[in-house]
């Protein structure tokens, strides 16, 4: 996953505009991930996953891109709205692996502006 | 469904204080996880539990933090004594059978003085 630090990267983005949010897993045996969502005060909340069989998969406005090749996942917003304001967070998780251990980044602040 | 719930939503106590945090996940879940959230190190499973039993406690800090789920309904996160560095959010999650798909809680903030 991403380091982990005192600042989160940040996205600033148009309202209206498509958001795209990156992240680099580092576990080549993970084969879930997920995105989460998290505004301020609460919990974070679930948006959309995708197994490693698959290298797209699409929800409703937000799609989701797998490489395994580079390690590297995306979470693509379209048409951004001001309650898309939050923090995500990609998490990866081993489904074969005895146990459950789902390890999140570091996250990524998207802030937009209207 | 009213979803997983914690509480206290704030906890400030003293240095020194046992913390009680505590967790009714979504019923039918039978897998239920402790996370702890803070800016230097993100969100950190702590541990968790499959049908009410421990599976996976590496990521508990220290011999202070115990956790316990008497029932399918309930799970405590138990702190004793509280230290400074304890401050966190603490959140509870559970899953059901698509056992992967973590549902989170509003979480608890706890502020150890």
């Known amino acids: 996953g991403e380091s982990v630090g005192l600042h989160l990267p940040t996205l600033s983005v148009q309202e209206g505009d498509n958001s795209i949010i990156n992240c680099a897993y580092s576990n080549s045996a993970s084969d879930y991930f997920i995105w989460y969502k998290q505004e301020s005060g609460k919990g974070p909340q679930f948006i959309i996953d995708i197994r490693s069989n698959m290298d797209k998969r699409q929800g409703q406005r937000v799609t989701v891109l797998l490489n395994k090749t580079v390690k590297h996942l995306s979470l693509q917003i379209a048409a951004t709205q001001p309650g898309d304001s939050a923090v995500y967070f990609c998490?990866?998780?081993?489904?074969?692996?005895?146990?459950?251990?789902?390890?999140f980044g570091g996250g990524t602040r998207v802030l937009v502006k209207p | 469904d009213a979803g997983v719930i914690q509480s206290p939503r704030h906890e400030v106590t003293e240095m020194g204080q046992e913390v009680t945090l505590r967790c009714k996940p979504i019923s039918g879940h039978n897998s239920l996880f402790w996370y702890r959230q803070t800016m230097m190190r993100g969100l950190e499973l702590l541990i968790y539990f499959n049908n009410n039993v421990p599976i996976d406690d590496s990521g508990m800090p220290e011999d202070r933090f115990s956790a316990k789920m008497p029932n399918a309904s309930f799970s405590t996160l138990k702190i004793q004594p509280s230290e400074p560095r304890d401050s966190a959010v603490y959140f509870c999650?559970?899953?059901?059978?698509?056992?992967?798909?973590?549902?989170f809680g509003s979480g608890t903030q706890l502020s150890v003085l």
């Open positions: 999650a559970s899953s059901g059978e698509d056992r992967e798909k973590l549902f």
């Open positions: 998490a990866e998780n081993r489904v074969k692996a005895a146990g459950n251990k789902l390890t």
